[in-house]
């Protein structure tokens, strides 16, 4: 009965041992050090000092591990976070900023409980997408007065005014600190280029740090503006109620909001790492473990966290295997901050800045937003709004807004679909259930058939998900076949490409069949079929399976 809300570290503790252990120790300590700068970064982005994002990473960052859903799951501050935490400090102080996160964390906690965890399917690709894309733009925006050395003293929370206080303070521009940005960037591009395998963001720091250092340039350091580093976590406490009583809303409204973009980021992180690793999460019990971090966070001073996907994806690239990597990467923060705070110390700002433009500059996912731009308008307006909305007006708005516009847009959609036909199955192909396997003489072993009905949209688009990894024997073809399915959307197309990469990772062949009308039309609207293939998309399923015939002939040849 409780087993969804046991965490994959008591399953995998089970059967550790020692070859186990050597993979997660060192992809531990290979996170761990690519964590540190990012850590300090988002907390300086987010308007509070950097030990907070230190001590977030650590608390939050092991309380993820040990109590989450997922395997390798590495938690702590983020990007998603930077734009909503500092504006909430801009409203209520850390003060709220506290109660707020200490709420949400209860909140996931209810949400994990109560099995809500599996609703997360519900937001649609291209909300995720607009949003995404709005905070990288506002993370490289922040970053421009420490990039370039600008003279403002409080940064406002605005996108706009932003840029209107650069302009009046371009003037101020300071050189030294502009070529510490540019090499830092210079390097990371390098770094990136020639020698993927270094961490690019703790080596570009190094060599920032120390080109600092040896030509005494005069330019801010961590210390310079926040004073010397901690050397140990704080005592825990609980944070401080003594908020004014008209701010209780606000309040109340932001922890809904840092819940919502936590359980959402945390939950896409868990499924790109089950597409990496060929795990699969647990979604309710990775919320409940989401929310207890932050309570954790909250108690030892620190900020929201969630799931990290580029410290994720580096800790399976790494090597991990369970969730004791996350714990080692959370230990080895913890060391650097007892052992080398005063070396921490020393790191220019803007080296951090040149780190987060990177990190900006991955969020926005370019290539992905100009292509939904070219999606079907429904997919365009859910894009633009969130991308707008995020950037001019409020994060938790663009959400609202967004979630409602895609729900009044897929009844409109589906409106326009619904008629009544006669019902005449036919013993070729009986009526079948979603994913119900397609059993026929003519399809031939090592082939399988599934067939797809109903709309192929947001809320559905999971179905696929670790469908392949559940084969005992994974089949040299797969055909889809999607006649019955009357019209699909981004995430059903980010779907399909997902499916194809697993299929791809397991050596199998995957193709579609029944595509034509509307559905014909969607995919040429997305280029979906040019992406997967001319070769691998067809009109009728017996096109198909002649071409899995095929297939299997060369194979065995």
Same mark, same amino acid.
């Given at each position: 009965?409780?087993?969804?809300?046991?965490?994959?570290?008591?399953?995998?503790?089970?059967?550790?041992?020692?070859?186990?252990?050597?993979?997660?120790?060192?992809?531990?300590?290979?996170?761990?050090?690519?964590?540190?700068?990012?850590?300090?970064?988002?907390?300086?982005?987010?308007?509070?000092?950097?030990?907070?994002?230190?001590?977030?990473?650590?608390?939050?960052?092991?309380?993820?591990?040990?109590? *989450?859903?997922?395997?390798?799951?590495?938690? *702590?501050?983020?990007?998603?976070?930077?734009?909503?935490?500092?504006?909430?400090?801009?409203?209520?102080?850390?003060? *709220?900023?506290?109660?707020?996160?200490?709420?949400?964390? @209860?909140?996931?906690?209810?949400?994990?409980?109560?099995?809500?965890?599996?609703?997360?399917?519900?937001?649609?690709?291209?909300?995720?997408? *607009?949003?995404?894309?709005?905070?990288?733009?506002?993370?490289?925006?922040?970053?421009?007065?420490?990039?370039?050395?600008?003279?403002?003293?409080?940064?406002?929370?605005?996108?706009?005014?932003?840029? &209107?206080?650069? &302009?009046?303070?371009?003037?101020?521009?300071?050189?030294?600190?502009?070529?510490?940005?540019?090499?830092?960037?210079?390097?990371?591009?390098?770094?990136?280029?020639?020698?993927?395998?270094?961490?690019?963001?703790?080596?570009?720091?190094?060599?920032?740090?120390?080109?600092?250092?040896?030509?005494?340039?005069?330019?801010?350091?961590?210390?310079?503006?926040?004073?010397?580093?901690?050397?140990?976590?704080?005592?825990?406490?609980?944070?401080?109620?003594?908020?004014?009583?008209?701010?209780?809303?606000?309040?109340?409204?932001?922890?809904?909001?840092?819940?919502?973009?936590?359980?959402?980021?945390?939950?896409?992180?868990?499924?790109?790492?089950?597409?990496?690793?060929?795990?699969?999460?647990?979604?309710?019990?990775?919320?409940?473990?989401?929310?207890?971090?932050?309570?954790?966070?909250? @108690?030892?001073?620190?900020?929201?966290?969630?799931?990290?996907?580029?410290?994720?994806?580096?800790?399976?690239?790494?090597?991990?295997?369970?969730?004791?990597?996350?714990?080692?990467?959370?230990?080895?923060?913890?060391?650097?901050?007892?052992?080398?705070?005063?070396?921490?110390?020393?790191?220019?700002?803007?080296?951090?800045?040149? &780190?987060?433009?990177?990190?900006?500059?991955?969020?926005?996912?370019?290539?992905?937003?100009?292509?939904?731009?070219?999606?079907?308008?429904?997919?365009?307006?859910?894009?633009?709004?969130?991308?707008?909305?995020?950037?001019?007006?409020?994060?938790?708005?663009?959400?609202?807004?967004?979630?409602?516009?895609?729900?009044?847009?897929?009844?409109?959609?589906?409106?326009?679909?619904?008629?009544?036909?006669?019902?005449?199955?036919?013993?070729?192909?009986?009526?079948?259930?979603? @994913?119900?396997?397609?059993?026929?003489?003519?399809?031939?072993?090592?082939?399988?058939?599934?067939?797809?009905?109903?709309?192929?949209?947001?809320?559905?688009?999971? &179905?696929?998900?670790?469908?392949?990894?559940?084969?005992?024997?994974?089949?040299?073809?797969?055909?889809?076949?999607?006649?019955?399915?009357?019209?699909?959307?981004?995430?059903?197309?980010?779907? @399909?490409?997902?499916?194809?990469?697993?299929?791809?990772?397991?050596?199998?062949?995957?193709?579609?069949?029944?595509?034509?009308?509307?559905?014909?039309?969607?995919?040429?609207?997305?280029?979906?079929?040019?992406?997967?293939?001319?070769?691998?998309?067809?009109?009728?399923?017996?096109?198909?399976?002649?071409?899995?015939?095929?297939?299997?002939?060369?194979?065995?040849?």
């Amino acid at each position: 009965m409780f087993h969804e809300w046991l965490p994959k570290s008591f399953v995998y503790l089970r059967q550790y041992d020692r070859k186990l252990f050597k993979k997660d120790l060192l992809a531990g300590i290979t996170v761990g050090i690519v964590a540190l700068p990012l850590a300090m970064a988002f907390a300086i982005a987010s308007g509070v000092s950097p030990e907070k994002g230190i001590f977030t990473a650590i608390v939050a960052g092991f309380l993820i591990s040990a109590l *989450g859903g997922s395997a390798v799951q590495i938690g *702590g501050p983020t990007g998603a976070f930077v734009v909503i935490v500092y504006d909430v400090l801009q409203r209520t102080g850390y003060e *709220g900023l506290s109660l707020s996160t200490l709420l949400a964390g @209860l909140l996931l906690v209810f949400l994990g409980f109560f099995r809500i965890g599996s609703w997360i399917k519900y937001v649609p690709y291209s909300l995720i997408t *607009g949003f995404t894309s709005a905070i990288a733009v506002i993370i490289f925006s922040s970053q421009m007065r420490d990039f370039f050395g600008l003279s403002i003293n409080k940064l406002p929370a605005s996108f706009i005014f932003q840029w &209107i206080e650069y &302009i009046k303070a371009f003037p101020s521009l300071h050189v030294p600190t502009l070529a510490v940005g540019m090499g830092t960037l210079i390097c990371i591009y390098l770094l990136r280029k020639f020698f993927p395998r270094i961490p690019w963001g703790i080596a570009s720091i190094v060599l920032a740090t120390c080109a600092t250092s040896f030509f005494h340039l005069p330019v801010e350091t961590i210390y310079s503006k926040f004073s010397s580093l901690p050397t140990m976590l704080p005592k825990p406490q609980w944070p401080s109620l003594n908020v004014p009583f008209d701010k209780l809303p606000e309040i109340i409204r932001d922890s809904f909001a840092i819940a919502f973009l936590g359980g959402i980021e945390s939950l896409l992180s868990a499924v790109i790492a089950d597409g990496m690793l060929g795990t699969r999460h647990k979604s309710n019990c990775e919320l409940v473990g989401q929310g207890l971090a932050n309570i954790g966070s909250v @108690l030892f001073g620190g900020i929201p966290a969630t799931g990290a996907i580029a410290r994720t994806a580096t800790n399976v690239k790494a090597g991990a295997q369970t969730p004791v990597a996350g714990m080692v990467h959370a230990l080895v923060l913890l060391l650097v901050l007892v052992f080398l705070s005063p070396l921490v110390n020393q790191i220019p700002l803007a080296g951090l800045a040149a &780190i987060l433009i990177t990190v900006a500059w991955n969020m926005s996912e370019m290539e992905h937003f100009f292509r939904l731009v070219r999606s079907p308008t429904s997919d365009t307006a859910i894009l633009l709004a969130a991308f707008f909305l995020t950037i001019f007006v409020d994060i938790t708005v663009a959400i609202m807004v967004g979630m409602v516009l895609a729900s009044f847009l897929f009844m409109k959609k589906m409106s326009a679909h619904s008629k009544t036909i006669p019902f005449e199955p036919t013993s070729e192909f009986p009526e079948k259930q979603d @994913l119900d396997s397609i059993q026929r003489k003519q399809v031939p072993e090592g082939v399988e058939v599934y067939e797809m009905q109903g709309p192929f949209f947001f809320g559905s688009a999971d &179905i696929l998900q670790n469908l392949i990894v559940n084969f005992t024997k994974p089949p040299k073809v797969f055909i889809l076949r999607m006649r019955q399915v009357p019209f699909i959307d981004a995430s059903g197309v980010q779907a @399909l490409l997902e499916f194809s990469k697993q299929c791809k990772k397991h050596q199998t062949v995957f193709l579609i069949s029944g595509i034509h009308g509307q559905m014909k039309k969607d995919l040429e609207t997305f280029k979906l079929t040019r992406r997967l293939g001319e070769e691998h998309v067809f009109s009728h399923i017996d096109e198909a399976l002649t071409k899995a015939r095929l297939l299997l002939e060369i194979s065995e040849k």
